[in-house]
């Protein structure tokens, strides 16, 4: 056959001739013509169609890649992790199904959190990123992960991760031994085989080893840096390095800036710096301009910003002198569309509490809530004030409000004065109206008004004056009766009691934040010594009262004041004390002023110090230039330029001679003392004494531990010996060094 032909003709020819030598021809004329009008339509459907009508077709294997191409792009056209999610599902044999997977996996990466991680992991177990995702996930909570995962789904990396994550919680302590260093651990057991050269970082020596990565030297190789087990994490030139959170190192070398992950991974070459913000992705900087990414080295925004960084709930960029504010949802989802739009609508911002902040743009002023609602409009020439209910600003010349109910009771959003704090609201024009708690009773059409303190308002009106409190009493006012405020403050200045003085010719009363009276009587003077007692003036003498007006001090003495929680009570030039924690007379015999001393009292009589119990008792002689306890039990003691310790309950002398002396330890009151010539070391509990034999002894501790350094020089040999012993008292290493390897192994304290 020759020229223009139809499927119809070449079939039929084909059933007419079965044994034509043209066959092969016909057919591959057929399979081409039928494969040409499929592709005409480029639809998978089409595609699917001729696979499963021309099986054997030499182009049923382009038919069949085409239909797996086209299916694969109409099915995820949405771009949706969903649509990534569902085609794995609905078309698990197909071709595209590992793509679809990556790209579900970068799509997680943008939402970068431990649960995207978990899920993806639980639902491709096979994904060619499972040992990395697994890495990231133990590094992220190390308590969650082995809830998570068992040794059975990944048995050799689980295992790995278990027996780092065991050394992990020991703490280690480095070691010299024939001139390399080690890490053994608190029972004396080698953790680290001493094979290093030297330790990173002069902390090392000083301190327990606490981290899970460190740095080392080794001879002929790069520097390196390994976990607890040994294993190399990096090998290269190192600068510096630091462990910046959730699993990564930041290395400075000569060529610039990596970040690695502590499973070896390199997630970034060449940067110029790089930190985790808000605990969510990593802000990375090249070119002097940041970018955010993922833990696994997805970069999600372009190198355009200044600064990234988070101030409570919300995420702040800066470019040039504009800034952004926006909630992490709102940030994601731009990360999800790969399209982040911010609003660099401002140009400074005041954090008022997590979810709040005041916004400005040149003059201008508004105020931001982290759904990114502005609670108060941009306004200018007006400063925005907030309090725990109430929000309003103001300008030189007049308030303003925002409240949409009181707007439209009152007919306006402006007034001439305001008063605003947790409890109250009110505002004047002609007349002041009052709102008391945050949508409730409200109050019009009031002469006067004006806060005692922030628990008191004095309602001043012409038929009735009272005071209220924020519990809804009221407490009539006389129009002859004056009112003050008493208060007292913590040593930071914060007021942590507040009462109410209300006086009427000579009496005052005193009232509580309830507006209950707690006492009254006819004093000159009422001031608050402590959140619940009062000094009171009477006659000229004074005194002290608790909150029930119960009389703690007669008022009799010339002057009291507080030192310490003891009350100094000064009378005909003398001084005596109330111990305001125990509530109990000090008789003192001495001329001094009375300070805490354990269960004591220490004073001084002419130049000499000396304790007494309340009752006036010597308990330390007046003989001493300086006294300063150890604990109850107890004390030192000097005389000239030396140090005794003694038993506070008999004087009876445990050490003499002493010509100083250090804490060490504030477990168990551990002092380091020198007689002169050797130093020895003293437990307060007195349960172990090293005598003075020791050329220096020093600790090295951290919160629950500490092991103690001693050291014997033998200068005839000349050796240092080292002796590392736990608080115990049980040895974990003995070791003889010479000087130069003393020096290596030893840091300054």
């Not at 994550?165 to 280690?172: F, N, R, V």
């Amino acid at each position: 056959p020759s020229g223009s032909y139809n499927m119809s003709d070449l079939y039929s020819f084909l059933s007419s001739y079965p044994q034509s030598s043209q066959k092969a021809s016909l057919l591959y004329i057929i399979d081409s013509l039928a494969f040409d009008s499929v592709a005409h339509l480029n639809d998978w459907n089409a595609y699917w169609g001729y696979t499963q009508s021309f099986p054997y077709s030499r182009f049923s294997e382009k038919a069949n890649n085409l239909y797996e191409k086209l299916l694969y792009e109409e099915k995820t056209a949405g771009g949706l992790l969903s649509d990534y999610q569902r085609f794995t599902v609905a078309y698990p044999q197909s071709a595209f199904r590992q793509n679809a997977i990556e790209t579900i996996f970068q799509k997680t990466l943008n939402q970068n959190d431990y649960n995207a991680y978990l899920n993806h992991i639980s639902s491709y177990p096979n994904s060619q990123r499972a040992q990395e995702i697994i890495s990231i996930l133990y590094h992220l909570d190390k308590t969650t992960f082995f809830e998570c995962f068992t040794s059975g789904e990944y048995p050799t990396l689980i295992d790995s991760l278990h027996q780092i994550a065991l050394l992990d919680q020991k703490s280690l302590l480095t070691i010299l031994v024939d001139q390399k260093f080690g890490m053994i651990d608190l029972n004396g057991h080698m953790i680290l085989e001493a094979k290093y050269n030297s330790f990173l970082g002069k902390n090392v020596l000083c301190e327990l080893f606490e981290t899970d990565i460190l740095g080392v030297t080794i001879p002929s190789e790069a520097t390196q840096l390994i976990n607890r087990a040994g294993i190399v994490v990096y090998s290269g030139v190192i600068t510096n390095y630091q462990d910046i959170g959730l699993g990564f190192l930041k290395i400075e070398t000569p060529n610039g800036l990596k970040i690695i992950h502590k499973s070896g991974k390199i997630i970034f070459d060449s940067l110029q710096d790089a930190a985790i913000v808000g605990g969510k992705w990593l802000k990375i900087k090249n070119a002097g301009k940041w970018a955010l990414a993922t833990f696994t080295g997805k970069i999600l925004t372009p190198f355009s910003y200044d600064d990234i960084q988070t101030a409570g709930a919300f995420w702040i960029f800066k470019l040039g002198n504009h800034i952004a504010l926006h909630n992490i949802a709102f940030v994601s989802q731009g990360i999800e569309k790969e399209n982040l739009v911010l609003s660099l609508d401002f140009d400074d911002f005041e954090l008022l509490n997590d979810s709040l902040a005041i916004v400005y743009n040149q003059n201008n002023e508004a105020l931001l809530s982290i759904a990114g609602d502005f609670l108060i409009p941009w306004e200018s020439a007006r400063k925005i004030v907030t309090t725990k209910n109430y929000r309003y600003s103001r300008s030189t010349n007049d308030y303003k409000i925002y409240d949409e109910q009181y707007i439209d009771h009152f007919g306006t959003d402006t007034f001439s004065e305001l008063i605003a704090n947790d409890h109250w609201f009110a505002f004047k024009n002609n007349k002041w109206n009052l709102v008391i708690e945050e949508g409730g009773l409200l109050l019009s059409q009031i002469d006067s008004l004006f806060l005692v303190n922030g628990m008191s308002l004095a309602i001043l009106d012409t038929d009735s004056s009272y005071v209220l409190f924020p519990n809804g009493t009221h407490l009539t006012l006389d129009k002859k009766e004056n009112l003050r405020s008493l208060s007292y403050r913590d040593e930071r200045g914060k007021i942590v009691a507040e009462y109410l003085q209300k006086e009427f010719e000579t009496v005052k009363e005193v009232y509580n934040s309830e507006g209950v009276l707690m006492f009254k009587g006819a004093f000159e003077d009422i001031y608050c010594l402590t959140d619940s007692l009062f000094k009171v003036t009477k006659d000229k003498k004074q005194g002290l009262l608790d909150k029930d007006g119960e009389i703690i001090i007669l008022p009799r003495y010339d002057f009291i004041e507080q030192k310490e929680n003891i009350a100094q009570l000064l009378r005909n030039g003398k001084i005596e004390g109330f111990d305001l924690v125990h509530k109990k007379i000090i008789i003192n015999p001495a001329d001094g002023s009375l300070e805490r001393f354990g269960s004591y009292y220490l004073t001084q009589k002419n130049t000499s110090s000396g304790v007494i119990d309340e009752n006036g008792e010597t308990i330390i002689d007046f003989k001493y230039d300086e006294i300063i306890a150890l604990n109850d039990s107890l004390s030192w003691v000097k005389k000239n330029d030396t140090w005794d310790l003694i038993a506070i309950n008999d004087q009876n002398v445990i050490l003499t001679g002493v010509r100083k002396f250090q804490l060490l330890s504030k477990k168990g009151e551990v002092y380091r003392y020198f007689n002169g010539e050797k130093y020895g070391l003293f437990y307060g509990d007195q349960s172990q004494h090293y005598a003075p034999e020791y050329t220096d002894i020093r600790a090295i501790f951290n919160d629950d531990i500490t092991i103690f350094l001693f050291e014997i020089y033998i200068p005839s040999a000349p050796f240092h010996i080292l002796i590392a012993k736990n608080f115990n008292g049980e040895q974990l290493y003995s070791r003889a060094y010479r000087p130069d390897d003393y020096e290596r192994i030893m840091c300054e304290f």
